[in-house]
């Protein structure tokens, strides 16, 4: 699909359509030579004199490796789905041969069953956790897998854990809250640190409730092929490819007009937490505006920030750090309106009896979100509520579901985060694991009045010393994104350990790349006592490690200085990061004059944002640039 951005009263005509395709610059073709080989579909000759078009299609990026399947479905269905990618390296994945692959583990009884024409296999009999089905397999070192099965269990809502038991240990590879009488899709993957035979199952704490499994896929990718995703993602979801096209007065097209893109502002959001000591320390300032576009105060929002004493209102720092952001135009994401873990309480907070504490939190919700309504891109509302239960536990089980309401009547266009730790970090607390931070989500969005809102997905992304699990990451990701509701990872960093710069380049790298993610904030921000636990700079802020490694990654997410000529059609094709630029064109008969425009490039979803605008004329030949806004 394509889009023309004319800042003329001229249209490019509806019909004019450009087909997908790899990029022909890539490809050693100029433009010319793609058009002649079928690239443009059709092309309208009458155009209005003196003019340049920037156009913008959609980017198909060509890749070897086999696609990876971001699909996930958080339904619970009468009848599984197909396996994906056929069940990669499981034999028999749909039970359609009876057992042939599949053993009984530990002290189960394993049973063929068919229902409906759906055929599956069922453990029963468990007195141990692990009692379960299995199939052996074999692993290759560094190889990355992705996992799927479809799980029902004969009572209740259980948890169900994917297990791959190695010669090394057992290796958590997902997890996911099964139902009765429904299938539910379980998600997720692993990576093997040594070759040799393993063996997957699958284990409950539940020993009562018998464990159905279907449509079991376990498909390896190389790290080549796994980086290839990340390529192959970032050219769809992060850039956009445009064509210039420059004519003359006539119309006709003007060949060997140069063109330079110089990117003076990264359209993904990324950013890194900050605190009150960047108000007075102009390196602190001037480190971090000069990288980030996003942020979220460390704690300077926060109640026993704003409120210590009973009664007595502070939000002078909180004001000023937010006027510092806007006059740099760095968006805040607001955090938090309430914290449900007992230890972050205002200290007056947890001697309250129901009746005051309800009083007190109605204070607090109208307080904060009116004064800051219509300034933030986002609130947390009750942070970390599926790890804690502070306020459920005094005022009702609804306390988050009735804050979510508040919050939106009085700020209705903001998003309302529910922000967890552990969802895809792979700490295996099964606490907030992507199914039930769905369930979760789902109970707030029962609430009266709750179906519409604004909702949104936060994930810290705290990860841990040992045992990071790339796939399972990707896999949380893929499931908590079929809601769609917007992801945002809100607090990344990971903890101390020996190659923890190299650790948190790859897990920034996987975030940034998935299609589903719609921005970043590491959980970095500065103090001369130290970081919380990923530190980007020392006290002269000068880079660390882990700052080079986010430097490094700031280069790679942008378009550099780039340039190029018109070809003998007027045309120069650009494979380009969504953000702000600054557009160059010169031509060799007026060599003198230099034609700059500020453009903004979006993604090719974002129609509504899709602008017109008239250019003072130029010296001929060129006199209007189209652009998306």
């Known amino acids: 699909m394509e889009r023309a951005f004319n800042f003329a009263d001229n249209q490019v005509p509806a019909d004019h359509t450009k087909k997908e395709l790899t990029d022909p610059l890539e490809a050693g073709l100029t433009s010319q ?46 009848h599984p789905q197909k396996p994906l990618y056929n069940g990669g390296i499981i034999q028999n994945p749909e039970l359609n041969n009876g057992l042939q692959g599949w053993t009984a583990f530990g002290g189960a009884i394993i049973e063929h069953r068919e229902s409906f024409g759906n055929k599956y296999v069922v453990a029963h009999s468990r007195s141990q956790t692990n009692d379960s089905v299995s199939q052996k397999i074999y692993l290759q070192k560094d ?28 290796k958590f590879a997902g997890i996911v809250s099964a139902e009765s009488n429904c299938w539910s899709m379980l998600k997720g993957g692993l990576t093997a640190d040594t070759s040799g035979p393993a063996e997957l199952y699958f284990e409950s704490n539940n020993t009562s409730a018998d464990i159905w499994i279907d449509s079991v896929s376990l ?24 064509l210039i096209r420059v004519v003359d007065e006539q119309g ?16 993904f959001p990324f950013g890194s937490a900050m605190n009150s000591y960047i108000l007075n320390n102009p390196l602190y300032q001037n480190w971090f505006t000069s990288r980030f576009t996003v942020t979220t105060f460390e704690n300077e929002m926060k109640w026993y920030s704003t409120e210590s004493s009973q009664g007595s209102e502070y939000y002078a720092v909180a004001d000023a750090m937010l006027q510092f952001a806007k006059q740099h135009n760095i968006a805040v994401r607001g955090h938090n309106i309430f914290w449900d873990d007992p230890k972050y309480q205002p200290s007056w907070v947890p001697s309250l009896a129901p009746n005051q504490l309800n009083d007190a939190v109605q204070k607090r919700v109208t307080s904060v979100v009116s004064r800051y309504k219509g300034q933030l891109i986002a609130w947390d509302v009750v942070n970390e509520n599926l790890h804690f239960s502070f306020f459920e536990s005094k005022l009702g089980e609804t306390f988050s579901a009735r804050m979510f309401n508040e919050a939106n009547k009085i700020d209705a266009q903001t998003p309302l985060f529910l922000n967890e730790y552990n969802t895809i970090e792979d700490k295996r607390d099964g606490t907030s694991a992507p199914s039930r931070y769905i369930q979760k989500l789902r109970e707030i969005q029962r609430f009266p009045g709750n179906g519409r809102l604004p909702f949104g997905i936060g994930l810290e992304a705290h990860f841990p010393a040992a045992g990071l699990n790339i796939p399972y990451m990707r896999a949380s990701i893929d499931t908590l994104a079929a809601t769609g509701f917007p992801v945002w990872i809100t607090e990344i960093d990971v903890a101390s350990q020996p190659k923890q710069a190299q650790v948190f380049e790859i897990v920034l790298k996987e975030a940034h790349a998935h299609p589903m993610v719609r921005g970043i904030v590491m959980w970095t921000a500065w103090s001369p006592q130290g970081c919380y636990r990923t530190c980007l700079v020392d006290n002269n802020f000068r880079n660390l490690p882990a700052g080079d490694a986010v430097d490094r990654l700031l280069r790679v997410w942008r378009t550099g200085k780039l340039s190029g000529t018109t070809d003998q059609n007027g045309l120069l094709e650009a494979s380009l990061f969504h953000g702000d630029y600054e557009i160059k064109i010169t031509h060799p008969l007026n060599k003198n004059y230099t034609f700059t425009q500020k453009v903004e490039v979006i993604p090719t979803d974002d129609t509504k944002n899709t602008k017109q605008f008239v250019l003072k004329q130029m010296p001929y030949p060129m006199i209007t640039l189209s652009a998306l806004k």
């Open 219 to 242: 498909q390896p990718f190389t790290d080549e092929e796994w980086r290839s995703h990340q390529t192959q993602s970032i050219e769809k979801a992060r850039k956009r490819k445009v």
């Open 252 to 267: 006709k097209p003007l060949p060997n007009a140069t063109i330079s893109f110089v990117q003076n502002r990264q359209g």
């Open 143 to 170: 190889m990355h897998y992705a996992l799927s099965a479809w799980i029902q269990v004969s009572e209740g809502n259980v948890p169900v854990t994917a297990v791959v038991k190695t010669t090394t240990g057992f």
């Open 33 to 78: 030579e793609a058009s002649q080989c079928g690239v443009y579909e059709k092309c309208n000759p009458m155009l209005e004199h003196g003019k340049i078009e920037l156009l913008a299609t959609n980017t198909r990026f060509e890749a070897d490796a086999l696609t990876y399947d971001y699909t996930a479905c958080i339904d619970c269905l009468a």
